[in-house]
């Protein structure tokens, strides 16, 4: 699954066109016909996890030497888009567990990665990323969360807010100060397990979308762990944060465009069969003008989020250049911001259709809107591209 090794440009691979349409084919087989009543219920989609694990789509970005499937950060987006496309919430489960587990691909010892990448391989267990707090969301670097080191062990209290897959993950990356008086370079990262005594979760946030995911603040009171799960030496977790994030924003900005394709292909369906004073709604050149426009988004953001993952991808592989920071974020912020455009427009074009729960534009819109949030806000991610521009 390592697909193409030109990463030059947004070149996709036979083999990556070949793993859209498995994946594809899967989504709306076994994952589509659940994501209505997932929402519905805001429970976990446990049907899109099992079908993951079951075809090794649910972690692909693990290395081979761990048991993973070895796919390139572009095989990972195609994964992801794919299955945003018929259900978000089911999309979060491949793209956290990267994002959980990306600090440890990037910094963690060989004993680390070994521990813990295998299992999460094999889908033995989830992993989620642990870095805001209530008083540091887009301020990370003033986190509260303490580790104090114990001899062999580092003990963590703290409480991290808005954590992803909280509480089904078995595994989360934890980012806690070890030295108050050095800010961002005071930041450790560890991996906490869920079994771990003093981990407890708290409960599911009520979302206007993607309730399928749970979403809960992680509670730490006295965990103490051993001093080998400090992901790279102490003082570096910051900097590991930062890095992860300009590869996982690109993931992202692949669920934007897996819920963008998904509305504008129900849209375009939708049209060609209601008719309006005779005709088929779609003859309208008003509405022809908005498809267009939505196409032309989409395609605009695709492109940009292929080309940041072929520069996930070259970094990864030690031979990328230092745009990565403003690619991925660009890519997430106009991928996020289309997908808004494009569900509200698919709303209006159903008319009071569009705006009820029997049909799925709705929530497709509802799930679009988190896209600009999180992993950044877009009005930080506009910080971010002015600090780096190439």
Known sequence: MAGSTDFDLYRPSEEHEMLREAVRALAEAKIAPFAAEVDERARFPQEALEALVANDLHAVHVPEVYGGAGADALATVVVIEEVARVCASSSLIPAVNKLGSLPVMLSGSEELKRRYLGP???????????LSEPEAGSD????????VRDGDFWVLDGVKRWITNAGVSEYYTVMAVTDPDKRSKGI??????????GVSFGAPERKLGIKGSPTREVYLDGVRIPADRMIGAEGTGFATAMRTLDHTRITIAAQALG??????????????????????????????FMLADMGMKLEAARQLTYAAAARSERVSRGSGKEDLTFFGAAA??????????????????????????????????RDAKITQIYEGTNQVQRIVMARNLP
């Open 120 to 130: 999460l391989a094999r889908g033995e267990g989830l992993f989620s990323y642990c």
């Open 140 to 147: 990370a670097a003033g986190m509260r969360t303490r580790a």
């Open 332 to 365: 997430k912020c106009f991928a996020s911001d289309a997908a808004m455009e494009i569900t509200t427009d698919a709303v209006q074009l159903l008319g009071g259709y569009g705006y009820t729960r029997d049909y799925p534009l709705e929530r497709m819109m």
């Open 188 to 197: 450790s990262a560890f991996v906490v397990e869920k079994s771990d005594e």
């Open 259 to 288: 819920i963008a394709q998904g509305a504008l292909d129900y849209a375009k369906g939708y049209v060609r069969e209601r008719k309006q004073f005779g005709k088929p709604v779609g003859d309208f050149q008003g509405v022809q």
